[in-house]
């Protein structure tokens, strides 16, 4: 049973770090692609990042990009967020989900997403 | 940076249809997969539509996708309260993903 379980959320202040983690059970790990995607209060789904399957390549959103590190563990079958310089707006519901696709057709889609963790960023 | 635009919110009683648009503002998404997320906010959002028409296992056929020009659109057939949730379009940009501003589905 495919499975993607987000953990690590919480209060920080300004300015501080904080890392999110993504169980994944179910199927390998290094089969697929991987995107953190978060839900600030009263605002819709934005994307923040996402990891190619190897480790290889990993994309940002221009407003995390140089705070926010991706990676992921196969050995402990999980992907991380590392957030760093945390600020007020990053405060949301951060969801993990698996990628599904055709790198060849450049189709890609979300096939299971994980319930998410709250972080919240205030002193 | 392209932006996919949907209306806030569709509302129809239960056993009637709604559709719901998707409008990319910069390029035709001819060229571009698109797929729908059906989410009830502090849940986990769900995959129902994906490759423009394509449902997963699992989706009733009520759910149907489609594309042409620079739009996509959910249609969602015989509503039920049970499809009450904000439906999401997304695309991958090649090095960047799109999601639309969301639609709120009220079934009443």
């Known amino acids: 049973q495919v499975r993607l379980a987000e953990s690590g959320g919480g209060v920080v202040q300004p300015g501080r770090s904080l890392r999110l983690s993504c169980a994944a059970s179910?199927?390998?790990?290094?089969?697929?692609?991987y995107v953190w995607v978060r839900q600030a209060p009263d605002k819709g789904l934005e994307w923040v990042a996402h990891?190619?399957?190897?480790?290889?390549?990993?994309y940002y959103a221009d407003s995390v990009m140089g705070r926010f590190t991706v990676s992921r563990d196969t050995s402990l079958s999980a992907v991380y967020l590392h957030m760093s310089s945390l600020k007020a707006e990053d405060t949301a519901v951060y969801y993990c989900?698996?990628?599904?696709?055709?790198?060849?057709?450049?189709?890609?889609?979300?096939?299971?997403w994980g319930e998410g963790t709250t972080v919240t960023v205030s002193s | 940076q392209s932006v996919l635009t949907q209306p806030p919110s569709v509302s129809a009683p239960p056993g009637q249809e709604v559709t719901i648009s998707c409008s990319g503002s910069?390029?035709?998404?001819?060229?571009?997969?698109i797929s729908w997320y059906q989410h009830v906010p502090g849940t986990a959002p769900k995959l129902v539509i994906y490759?423009?028409?394509e449902r997963p296992t699992g989706i009733p056929d009520r759910f149907s996708g489609s594309k042409s020009g620079p739009s996509a659109s959910l249609g969602i057939t015989g509503l039920q309260t049970g499809d009450e949730a904000i439906y999401y379009c997304?695309?991958?940009?090649?090095?960047?993903?799109?999601f639309g501003g969301g639609t709120k589905l009220t079934v009443l």
């Open positions: 989900a698996r990628i599904m696709g055709s790198r060849l057709r450049n189709a890609f889609y979300a096939d299971f």
């Open positions: 179910g199927f390998p790990l290094s089969y697929y692609d």
């Open positions: 990891i190619q399957f190897d480790g290889s390549t990993k």
């Open positions: 910069t390029s035709n998404l001819e060229n571009l997969y």
């Open positions: 490759n423009d028409f």
């Open positions: 997304a695309t991958w940009m090649n090095t960047y993903w799109l």
